[in-house]
């Protein structure tokens, strides 16, 4: 079965960086959009960042310059390297593999 597994979450100051990972098994990896969406209490789950299979990119305009999607496909790993984090960065961040499966979701708190 699909098994998306994140890591890389946790308390980071204003300004710092985080990269997140998902370890994805279950499905071919190399043939499977990837996505990280994330929710921020009391608000709707909002995708913020997705490749293709080929490579291209997307981005919330929030995140355009600060965040950065890629994927090892040796690793069936995807990455989201988050720098210059603010306090509206806060929510539970998802992995998820061909706008279909999830991961449990893991936390990103940015706070003095």
């Known amino acids: 079965q699909v098994r998306l597994v994140e890591s890389g979450g946790g308390l980071v100051q204003p300004g710092g960086s985080l990269r997140l990972s998902c370890a994805a098994s279950g499905f071919t990896f190399s043939a499977a959009a990837m996505s990280w969406y994330r929710q921020a209490p009391g608000k709707v789950r909002e995708l913020v960042a997705a490749?293709?299979?080929?490579?291209?990119?997307d981005y919330l305009d929030a995140v355009k310059g600060r965040f950065t999607i890629d994927r090892d496909n040796a690793k069936n790993t995807v990455y989201l390297q988050m720098n210059s984090l603010n306090p509206e960065d806060t929510a539970v961040y998802y992995c998820n593999a061909r706008w279909l499966h999830w991961g449990q979701g893991i936390q990103v708190t940015v706070s003095s």
């Open positions: 490749i293709t299979t080929g490579g291209h990119t």
